[in-house]
C-alpha cells in the first residue's frame, strides 16, 4: 500500500493514478510513515464519512495542527453544532429549501456564458479547453452568484489556484504548505471583507450581501464562508469539465452517442464524478477517538485520508469499475463526498457541467486531442488537466 499511495501522490504518475488503486485497496486501512491513516475501500469511506467520531477540524490533530484564521470558521473546517450552524445559514441563500431557485435560476446565464466562449472558437482550428472554456465559465459564474465584481476575477482565482496547490495528504512539507496556505487564505479574505463592508452600506442582488444581512453571521464567518465558496465554487468544477471532455475525446462512441442523445449528459456527467472525480481524497479528517474498523485501529489524534476516488472505482461496491458506463443503473459514488460534509455546490458544479460539456459536444466538430496524456496541475488531491489542446475542424453554430 505504502508503495501504492506513494506513486498516486508522485507528479509522475498524475496522468493515470487508478493503476495503483487495486493495489491501494489490498489494505483497506493503511497506516503511513509520518502517521496518517488512509482509507480507500467504499465501505469504510462511508462509514468514516458518517461516524461523528472523524473530525473535520484540523485542531484536533494530536500534534496540534492549526486552521488557518482566516478559514477558521469556514463550515468546512468544522464539526457539528457549529459547523450545521453556518451551513445551514449560508444554505438560505443558495438552495433548498430556502431558496430553492437559486442555481436553476442561473440556468440561462450559464448558456449564455457557455455559448459566447465556444463562440470565441470560431474561424480557427485549435483551443485549449481549460484556459478558453472550462476556466472561465464558473468562474464568472460563482463571482455573479457571490458578487465578486468581473474585473476582479483574474487576482481572486490567482489566490485560489496557489491555496489549492498547497493541498494534499501529510507530506514532508506540511508545514511550510500551511504557511503558505495561511498567507494566501488570509490575502483573499482581506479583499473579501472590503467587499462585505461595502454590501453593508449598499447592498446588491448577491450572495455576499445576503450573509451580510444575516443576524447569526459575525463579520468573519461571512469572510470565511465567502473564501470557501469561492474557491470550492470553482476549482473542480474546471476539473470536472476538463476531465470530461478528456475522457468522451477518448471515446469516440460516447461523443457520438451524447451529440446523438443529448439527455444522457446527466447521467454522463454523474459517471465522470465516478471514474474521473476532480477531487481524489478528502484529506482534512481527524480521528476523534480509537475507531477499530476493516480490523484496523485508527488512534485518537491522527490524521485520516479518505480516498474517494479509489473508493468510486472499488469492485467491491461496483461492476467493472474502471469502465466508462453511460448505461450504469445505481450510480452511488463519493463524487461529491458524504455525510454531513457532503458538498455544498454539487447542484451548481452538476448543471454547470452538464450545460458546457452538452455544448461542447454538440458545437465542435472533428475534435480530436492534440496531446494524450495532457500535462496536469500539480495537486493530486484536486486532479484535471493544466491544459487541455483540442482540435477540430469547425463550431457549429449555436
Request: charged share 25%.
Amino acid at each position: 500500500m505504502h508503495d501504492a499511495f506513494q506513486r498516486i501522490l508522485d507528479p509522475g504518475g498524475r496522468a493515470d493514478p487508478y493503476r495503483f488503486f487495486g493495489a491501494l485497496r489490498e489494505e483497506p486501512v493503511a497506516r503511513r510513515e509520518d502517521g496518517t491513516y488512509v482509507v480507500s475501500t467504499y465501505r469504510e469511506i462511508v462509514a468514516l464519512l458518517h461516524d461523528p467520531r472523524i473530525s473535520s477540524d484540523r485542531r484536533n490533530l494530536g500534534d496540534g495542527g492549526q486552521a488557518a484564521p482566516a478559514l477558521m470558521t469556514s463550515f468546512i473546517g468544522l464539526d457539528p453544532p457549529e459547523h450545521d450552524r453556518l451551513r445551514r445559514l449560508a444554505m438560505r441563500h443558495f438552495g433548498p429549501p430556502h431558496a430553492p431557485e437559486t442555481v436553476e435560476r442561473l440556468r440561462p446565464r450559464m448558456l449564455e456564458i457557455a455559448t459566447g466562449l465556444i463562440d470565441a472558437l470560431a474561424g480557427r482550428n485549435r483551443a485549449d479547453i481549460v484556459d478558453e472554456v472550462a476556466y472561465p465559465l464558473p468562474v464568472a459564474v460563482i463571482c455573479r452568484l457571490l458578487g465578486v465584481p468581473q474585473e476582479d476575477e483574474p487576482y481572486f482565482h490567482a489566490l485560489a489556484d496557489e491555496i489549492i496547490e498547497t493541498l494534499g495528504p501529510g507530506e514532508e512539507d506540511r508545514a511550510e504548505r500551511e504557511r503558505a496556505r495561511q498567507a494566501k487564505a488570509l490575502e483573499l479574505a482581506d479583499y473579501l471583507r472590503g467587499l462585505a463592508v461595502a454590501r453593508r452600506g449598499e447592498p446588491r442582488d448577491d450572495m455576499l450581501s445576503g450573509l451580510v444581512a444575516e443576524s447569526g453571521m459575525t463579520e468573519d464567518e461571512v469572510v470565511s464562508t465567502s473564501v470557501l465558496l469561492l474557491i470550492a465554487g470553482h476549482e473542480t468544477t474546471i476539473n470536472l469539465i476538463a476531465n470530461g471532455m478528456l475522457t468522451f475525446l477518448r471515446r469516440p462512441d460516447l461523443l457520438e452517442r451524447l451529440r446523438d442523445e443529448p439527455r444522457l449528459i446527466i447521467p454522463a456527467v454523474e459517471e465522470l464524478l465516478r471514474y474521473e472525480p476532480p477531487v481524489q481524497f478528502i484529506s482534512s479528517r481527524v480521528a476523534l477517538d480509537d475507531i477499530t474498523i476493516a480490523g484496523t485501529t485508527i488512534p485518537a489524534g491522527s490524521p485520516v485520508v479518505l480516498a474517494v476516488a479509489a473508493g468510486s472505482r472499488d469492485p467491491a461496491h461496483v461492476p467493472h469499475p474502471d469502465r466508462f458506463d453511460l448505461d450504469r443503473p445505481r450510480n452511488e459514488h463519493l463524487g461529491f463526498g458524504g455525510g454531513a460534509h457532503y458538498c455544498f455546490g454539487a447542484p451548481l458544479a452538476r448543471l454547470e457541467a452538464q450545460i458546457v460539456l452538452g455544448e461542447l459536444i454538440r458545437r465542435l466538430r472533428g475534435p480530436r486531442l492534440v496531446a494524450d496524456p495532457p500535462p496536469y496541475r500539480p495537486s493530486a488531491v484536486l486532479r484535471g488537466p493544466r491544459h487541455l489542446l483540442v482540435d477540430y475542424e469547425a463550431v457549429a453554430p449555436a
